[in-house]
T-cell receptor, first 115, second 114 residues
Framework: AQSVTQLDSHVSVSEGTPVLLRCNYS??????LFWYVQHPNKGLQLLLK????ATLVKGINGFEAEFKKSETSFHLTKPSAHMSDAAEYFC?????????????WGLGTSLAVNP | DSGVTQTPKHLITATGQRVTLRCSPR?????VYWYQQSLDQGLQFLIQ???????AKGNILERFSAQQFPDLHSELNLSSLELGDSALYFC?????????????FGPGTRLTVL
């Protein structure tokens, strides 16, 4: 069975310090992996995606994620947090194709950035 | 088979035109999501409906609109089409409204704007 686990429901960092949002997945197939961000009262925005190309994926707003097959992880990082990064972050795995495609969402990690 | 159906499978139209894409969710699912996938792009979330009401909006252009009907099927309307609107449009459904729910995808509608 496929699943996505975001290991922290809440993460709090100080502005200017690194961000680490952890995501582990379970999939019998070669998955595509995504990180989405949802700012308060706004819609979802794609941060970055992994689709079996380079294992280190760079996204928008300075975020990046590394696909580690041996660890079944796809952690999201940013070297220096900004106040505007405060939001809800979702790790998502896409499995299957065509009519058998499923998008499995993590429960989200709420990121707080303190001044 | 996910149980989500989308029609049509392919659509070819001209710039400036308007099209309607249709989605029928899995039996029992109340939430419908629309996504756009361009060449080499991940899924861009457009909009979500739950039991007939809009629940979340993503990067949906003002030229695009959607609705969910009492029988829970949904339509995505794309107007004043531009070349850049050519993409795969996916519909997905889930039981509830929560983002933690598994979303089951339809096969997609491939839109080509000439």
């Amino acid at each position: 069975a496929q699943s996505v686990t975001q290991l922290d429901s809440h993460v709090s960092v100080s502005e200017g310090t690194p961000v680490l949002l952890r995501c582990n997945y379970s999939s019998s197939y070669s998955p595509s992996l995504f990180w989405y961000v949802q700012h308060p009262n706004k819609g979802l925005q794609l941060l970055l995606k992994y689709t079996s190309a380079a294992t280190l994926v760079k996204g928008i707003n300075g975020f990046e994620a590394e696909f580690k097959k041996s660890e079944t992880s796809f952690h999201l990082t940013k070297p220096s947090a900004h106040m505007s990064d405060a939001a809800e972050y979702f790790c998502v795995v896409s499995v299957g194709a065509g009519n058998n495609r499923k998008l499995i969402w993590g429960l989200g990690t709420s990121l707080a950035v303190n001044p | 088979d996910s149980g989500v159906t989308q029609t049509p499978k392919h659509l070819i139209t001209a710039t400036g035109q308007r099209v309607t894409l249709r989605c029928s969710p899995r039996s029992g699912d109340l939430s419908v999501y629309w996504y756009q996938q361009s060449l080499d792009q991940g899924l861009q979330f457009l909009i979500q409906y739950y039991n007939g009401e809009e629940r979340a909006k993503g990067n949906i252009l003002e030229r695009f609109s959607a609705q969910q009907f009492p029988d829970l099927h949904s339509e995505l309307n794309l107007s004043s089409l531009e070349l850049g609107d050519s993409a795969l449009y996916f519909c997905a459904s889930s039981v509830r409204v929560a983002w933690g729910d598994t979303q089951y995808f339809g096969p997609g509608t491939r839109l080509t704007v000439l």
